[in-house]
């Protein structure tokens, strides 16, 4: 995992977990064992939300302050693009602690990738949960 990488998904769990963020049983790094966030870079706004999924099969909605991840975010997105560059429309960032596991994928076209309605929001949790065998 690069360094980028690292800094990126600690900040996210960090943001995730900020007081009025995820529920824990012990504290909030307790309650989930894997997550799937997706960073929106529309035209004029960004967002991070997705889910947390705890061993119990629970599933947590999840989102993260902009403020608290822009310098990784940004950080990441120089280790992949030039200045001047077209960012992608959308990042998924999954990860599975209890296995040590990510990846983090890019959408640069399909703006409906991802997207989340009232009317598919169980299809697009499980869709989402980060499954590495």
């Not at 894997?34 to 099969?57: H, Q, T, W």
């Not at 997105?77 to 990042?91: A, N, Q, R, V």
């Not at 990738?113 to 009317?119: G, I, L, N, V």
């Amino acid at each position: 995992m690069s360094d980028v990488t690292v800094v990126l998904i600690r900040s996210l769990v960090a943001a995730m977990n900020e007081p009025s963020g995820l529920p824990g049983a012990d504290g909030p790094g307790d309650a989930w064992e894997s997550f799937a966030i997706v960073l929106e870079f529309g035209d004029g706004y960004r967002s991070a939300s997705g889910y947390a999924y705890a061993a119990d099969g629970t599933v947590i909605p999840v989102a993260c302050s902009w403020p608290s991840i822009l310098d990784a975010v940004n950080d990441y997105l120089g280790s992949h693009y030039e200045p001047g560059d077209p960012l992608p429309l959308k990042i998924l960032v999954q990860l599975d602690r209890a296995k040590g596991r990510y990846e983090v994928t890019f959408e640069e076209s399909d703006a409906e990738r991802w997207k989340t309605r009232p009317s598919n929001f169980r299809q697009m949790r499980e869709e989402l949960r980060p499954a590495f065998d």
